[in-house]
Structures are given as C-alpha cells and as structure tokens.
Nanobody
C-alpha cells in the first residue's frame, strides 16, 4: 500500500506560479499529476519515471509546467508557471505500485494509476 500526500495548492492570478508537492510512503516507479474540474473527466498533466527521470507532459502544459522528483524523499513536485484560468482544477497526485501495477509513464500518459492522493485545489483568476 502506498499513500500519497499532496500540498501546495492555492489561489493565484493569471501569469503567476505555484509548486505542488506529493510525498509517497512507499517506493514507486511512476509518479505524476492529474487534474479534474467539475463535470469533466480527469486528465493527465505530467508524469516522471524514477529510473531515469524521464518526464512526460500533456500538450496543454508543455513549456509551462515542470515535474521533478527527489527519490531520497519519495517526493514528486510540479512547478507550474505562466498559469492560466483554464488551469483551475483539483490536482491529484498519482502513482503506480511497488510492482509496477498502474503504470502511466508514457508519451500519451495512458494508464490507470494504482494509488491516488486526496487532491489539492488550484485556482487561477484572470
């Protein structure tokens, strides 16, 4: 069992920046971030593979968001810059299992993560 605890959400004006953090209680291969707004499906935002720090991004955030991880702390970060009102959403940290079940570290960010955090709200005002 892996537990994910997020922090760092909040409110910011358009063009501003926020950094989200997610601490995992156990080892994972693939960690990342998803987001969801009411009435819409959850969408993948970014993912990072622990093995080589290979990163993947949704087209909507490329060039503005950066995902990174500190393997010693089992923590993944999402640095969000040049935020837009359409980035407003509940952001969820996600991971696969210690055995690789729930893998989603690929160019399409396709897959169903095994574990989820509780979510942290990001609100961007215009």
């Amino acid at each position: 069992q892996v537990q994910l605890v997020e922090s760092g959400g909040g409110s910011v004006q358009a063009g501003g920046s926020l950094t989200l953090s997610c601490a995992a209680t156990g080892y994972t291969y693939c960690m990342g971030w998803f987001r969801q707004t009411p009435g819409k499906e959850r969408e993948a935002v970014a993912a990072i593979y622990t093995g080589g720090d290979i990163t993947y991004y949704a087209n909507s955030v490329k060039g503005r968001f950066t995902i990174s991880r500190d393997n010693a702390k089992n923590t993944v970060y999402l640095q969000m810059g040049n935020l837009k009102p359409e980035d407003t959403a509940m952001y969820y940290c996600a991971s696969d299992s210690p055995t690789g079940d729930g893998w989603f570290c690929n160019a399409a960010l396709a897959g169903s993560p095994k574990y989820w955090g509780q979510g942290t709200q990001v609100t961007v005002s215009s």
